[in-house]
């Protein structure tokens, strides 16, 4: 991922592009998750190579596809382990993205923004599904172990990312990603708008 990127903003730069929008994550100065910290290096490396550039930061990601498929299944698994964690639609996501790309860098040059609009646990997340869909989701814990020995079958480059996601469910299972869990919504900032919270999205999208 990092010889990657910096190859890809080494071009950016041959081809003297005019911005560049990063996708990264919800991170902390102090964070001991592996991808993190390549997000980390990745920023500071656009920083310094001459190009205008913004910084997204999402929480934990909710796509819409996985909102409605407890509608089926009739469960939603946890993978927190009972914990809060800050969450962000791809909508969302993709919303500020084209809104900083459509603007540019007059107006969004420099601009860290970040976007974690609730802190939910699972259970929170299953109970509003529930309310929404008017029928019971069922909370079903997530299988680390089997998460683990699935991890031994890939390829190098996805067994690093995927390890690095062990140690985020692991470090949120022991409350040590303190730095995530708060609410931001720059969604507002750059739309106008607030953020969709996973109720309000699966209220409207029951049927």
Known sequence: MIIQSKQFIDACVRANISHIVHLGVFNGATDLIPHFNWHVMIERYISE????????????????????????????????????????????IGAVVARVLVEGP?????????????LLTSEDIAKNLSEAYGKEIVLEPFN????????????????????????????????????????????????????????????????
């Not at 040059?109 to 974690?116: F, V």
């Not at 190098?156 to 949120?172: D, H, N, Q, R």
């Open 49 to 92: 190579s001459g190009l205008a550039w913004t910084n997204v930061h999402p929480n934990v990601i909710w796509s819409p596809e996985e909102m409605k498929k407890p509608q089926t299944t009739g469960y939603y698994y946890d993978n927190w382990s009972g914990k809060k964690q800050g969450y962000v639609s791809t909508m969302d």
């Open 106 to 118: 007059e107006k969004h040059n420099g601009k860290d923004y970040w976007l974690s609009i609730e």
């Open 144 to 207: 680390i172990d089997g998460f683990k020995s699935y991890i031994e079958t890939m390829k190098w480059g996805e067994k690093a990312y995927m390890e690095s996601a062990a140690i985020t469910m692991k470090l949120a299972s022991e409350e040590k990603m303190t730095n995530q869990l708060i609410v931001k919504d720059d969604v507002q900032t750059v739309c106008g708008r607030p953020g969709i919270t996973i109720k309000e999205w699966a209220m409207k999208n029951n049927n």
